[in-house]
T-cell receptor
């Protein structure tokens, strides 16, 4: 039969604009969250993490927001650059070191 | 990508072959992981080794056999695979603490496996 792949949501932004990538997680007991970036032909690269006792954490050009009430995580990228084009995954840690990944969002940056 | 390395980067094998994937981490971590990434599903955890003991086996078929001889090396032995096993196999490593202290995982570049 015909193979069907994942249909990932795509976010297209203009270079220099801010990007917001959203993620809904499933387990209200999850206490640790990570955002990863995956470029073509490479493994996922750690961007930023946040623990459940926080609702915001900032890194270099990136901010992660956590809303535990609605089980929502977002990644904000300031002044998006062409090198930011990639697939972005959120992951939740349910217990111990077991990460559960979302399907991912494709970010395309237009010059 | 020198933190976690994987070999080979690409592998084509027949269904009757036996091959092994290798992962090495240079980060001083004591937990290592195998993940499968295919076009049809999100990244899936296969195996977890913590302090060289397997602590997670995520209902993976027995045609996949992991081996962790020490905290820096991880292997995935493959035999009699099926075409649907074609995917990107990713290795990761992390610190691990007692209890539930979580740490970020660092990934290798993956092995692109094609089963013919």
């Amino acid at each position: 039969g015909e193979s069907v792949g994942l249909h990932l949501p795509t976010l297209s932004v203009q270079e220099g604009d801010n990007s917001i990538i959203n993620c809904a997680y499933s387990n209200s007991a999850s206490d640790y969250f990570i955002w990863y970036k995956q470029e073509s032909g490479k493994g996922p690269q750690f961007i930023i993490d946040i623990r459940s006792n926080m609702d915001k954490r900032q890194g270099q050009r990136v901010t992660v927001l956590l809303n535990k009430t609605v089980k929502h995580l977002s990644l904000q990228i300031a002044a998006t650059q062409p090198g930011d084009s990639a697939v972005y995954f959120c992951a939740e840690m349910e217990y111990g070191n077991k990460l559960v990944f979302g399907a991912g969002t494709i970010l395309r940056v237009k010059s | 990508e020198t933190g976690v390395t994987q070999t080979p980067r690409h592998l084509v094998m027949g269904m009757t072959n036996k091959k092994s994937l290798k992962c090495e981490q240079h980060l001083g971590h004591n937990a290592m992981y195998w993940y499968k990434q295919s076009a049809k599903k999100p990244l899936e955890l296969m195996f977890v080794y913590s302090l060289e003991e397997r602590v997670e086996n995520n209902s993976v078929p027995s045609r996949f056999s992991p081996e962790c001889p020490n905290s820096s090396h991880l292997f995935l032995h493959l035999h009699t695979l099926q075409p649907e096993d074609s995917a990107l196999y990713l290795c990761a490593s992390s610190h691990t603490g007692r209890g539930l202290t979580p740490y970020e995982q660092y990934f290798g570049p993956g092995t692109r496996l094609t089963v013919t």
